[in-house]
Nanobody
């Protein structure tokens, strides 16, 4: 069983930055595929960014050039650096893990473990 704990959400003005962190339990973190998703009220959960040691990184078109996913395998932690935030980035952000890294995974149903979510609110 893998436990994921997110932190770093909050309220920020448009144009500002936030860094989300997701700490994972487990001894084989480096083998996990990791993803960041978000869900705004009334909308479906959508991929933001994904990371796999074998396949690199993936970004949704809406965040390319503004968000960066990174991971520190020594700390069992994945990060999401969010710059140039826009009001439309407002959502609950979730960290997810899958116990293999064969490729990048972009669908919620492809992940096995989820964090509790952290709220990000961007004011205009």
């Amino acid at each position: 069983q893998v436990q994921l704990v997110e932190s770093g959400g909050g309220l920020v003005q448009a144009g500002g930055s936030l860094r989300l962190s997701c700490a994972a339990s487990g001894r084989t973190f480096r083998r996990y595929a990791m993803g960041w998703f978000r869900q705004a009220p009334g909308k479906e959960r959508e991929i933001v960014a994904a990371s796999s040691w074998s396949a690199g990184t993936y970004y949704a078109d809406s965040v390319k050039g503004r968000f960066t996913i990174s991971r520190d395998n020594t700390k069992n932690t994945v990060y999401l650096q969010m710059n140039s935030l826009k009001p439309e980035d407002t959502a609950v952000y979730y960290c997810a893990a899958r116990d293999d890294s064969y490729r990048l995974y972009a669908k919620p149903g492809e992940y096995d473990y989820w964090g509790q979510g952290t709220q990000v609110t961007v004011s205009s």
